[in-house]
């Protein structure tokens, strides 16, 4: 049985090349996301390379969401995309979980890091319009727990609408990225009620509401550090076990 051929360094090399050119002619054409890319004959001529190696370099392109390709149309620059990110923590994150849970818990961190570090400036820029919406969202919260179920679509729309006063997309995409990592990890550590405790996660829900509302940043900031404690807990027990 014959083993593939071992990439060379100098082979690594060359495409590393040839995507760092593709992305300098992205930025010197001043091209946007969304915009057409030069055809792949353009490219080929101008970076001076084959049909094969420019394929390559696009793969690993589009596997870094810089650039999209669709059948038929042809190379775009890629829309804002973060999914090759969270793919990639949301694996390390559950890779982790079969050992002792280091990257686990250090995602968690960033996400708390994020939350606390920023929510006095969502506090300055709140709006009626927010705290109505956070208020629809823990309504159903506690709805839900009320029939001990869980309700992660309105967990994740509550830390959503929590910081979009700071009109950041890039912040929201990023925020948006490490919830759901940080619930692919929660789902595998545990989705036993008794012990996520949809009760008490509604309720803490409903706490910081009332802390956003008195714009408290203070008591907004240590609820949201405290949030995470029982993440923390799961996973220390994950690791435990």
């Known amino acids: 049985m014959s083993t593939p051929p071992v990439r060379r360094p100098d082979a690594r090399a060359r495409l590393r ?3 760092n050119d593709i992305t300098t002619l992205i930025l010197d054409r001043g091209l946007l996301p969304g915009d057409p890319m030069p055809t792949e004959q353009e490219l080929m001529a101008e970076l001076g390379v084959g ?9 690993v392109l589009q596997a870094l969401g810089i650039v999209d390709t669709r059948h038929g149309f042809g ?3 890629a829309k804002e995309n973060l999914n090759a990110l969270q793919e990639s923590l949301a694996f390390r994150g559950q890779l982790s979980l079969r050992h002792h849970g280091h990257e686990a818990n250090e995602l968690v961190d960033v996400r708390q890091a994020l939350e606390t570090g920023l929510i006095g400036l969502a506090i300055q820029s709140v709006t009626k319009e927010h705290l109505q919406a956070l208020e629809q969202v823990v309504t159903e919260m506690e709805a839900h727990a009320e029939r001990d179920e869980t309700f992660v679509e309105q967990d994740k729309a509550f830390h959503r609408i929590l910081f979009e006063p700071l009109e950041n997309q890039l912040l929201t995409n990023l925020l948006g990225v490490f919830w759901d990592v940080y619930r692919t990890i929660y789902d595998a550590v545990d989705t036993d009620t008794e012990i996520t405790q949809p009760a008490k996660t509604a309720q803490d829900h409903r706490d910081i509401l009332d802390a956003v509302r008195s714009r408290d940043v203070g008591t907004a900031r240590s609820l949201i550090s405290e949030h995470f404690n029982g993440i923390r807990a799961l996973l220390a027990k994950r690791a435990s076990e």
């Open 51 to 59: 049909r094969n190696s420019l394929r390559e370099a696009v793969k």
């Open 75 to 77: 190379m775009f620059v």
């Open 17 to 19: 090349t040839l995507t």
